[in-house]
Each structure stands twice: as C-alpha cells, then as structure tokens.
C-alpha cells in the first residue's frame, strides 16, 4: 500500500517561511495529479495548491503570488514552499495524490497523515 509522509511542519511568526514536504513510500508521482490541502478545527478541508502530471498549477485565491508548489517525480516528493506567512494559514496540511490505476482511467486517492503549521507572534 502506499504511504505519503508529509514534513517541514512548525512554529513560525508572520512574515517567515516554510518549506513543506510529501514523500512517498512508492515510485508513484509520475503521471498523477498531486496538491496539497488544509484543515482547521470546525472547518472543511480546503485545496491549497494542485500541479498536474503535466505541471500546471492551481492556487486558492488565499495564497496566490505567497505560496508555490513543485515536484520532483524522479525523487517521489512535492514540495510547498510558503511564504510571507499569515495568522489565518495555521492549519493541519495535507499531501495528496491521485493515482491512475488502469487504461480506463480509474483512480485511486492517497493522504499523508498532516503536518502542523502555526503561524503566530
């Protein structure tokens, strides 16, 4: 089974950065959709950032010209590199792909566990 692992979670005061991390245990990245997504108590998960097979990116409107997401598929990580970090970005951030598991186009969604970003003074 395959397995995300997310890293580069912490502490941090508005205005600085972070780089995030997602790992996966499988050769699984090339050819699949991936993005990064954000959950806050009381709250419904939200996109952050998709990048395609392909490598066009998408961003909420929240983070458009702050954050940045990339992918190294010969390495199986993604990366959010997030900047100019603002109180309202603390949340649990998720890694996700969407694996294509046949000719006909079936997929199958995959979850790291979250990593904690807190952003305050």
């Known amino acids: 089974q395959v397995q995300l692992v997310e890293s580069g979670g912490g502490l941090v005061q508005p205005g600085g950065s972070l780089r995030l991390s997602c790992a996966a245990s499988g050769r699984i990245f090339s050819g699949n959709a991936m993005g990064w997504y954000r959950q806050v108590p009381g709250k419904q998960r939200e996109l952050v950032a998709s990048i395609t097979s392909g490598g066009s990116t998408n961003y909420a409107d929240s983070v458009k010209g702050r954050f940045t997401i990339s992918r190294d598929d010969a390495k199986n990580t993604m990366y959010l590199q997030m900047n100019t970090l603002k109180p309202e970005d603390t949340a649990v951030y998720y890694c996700?792909?969407?694996?294509?598991?046949?000719?006909?186009?079936?997929?199958?969604?995959?979850w790291g566990q979250g990593t904690q970003v807190t952003v305050s003074s």
């Open positions: 996700h792909v969407k694996r294509v598991v046949n000719v006909e186009g079936a997929t199958i969604d995959y």
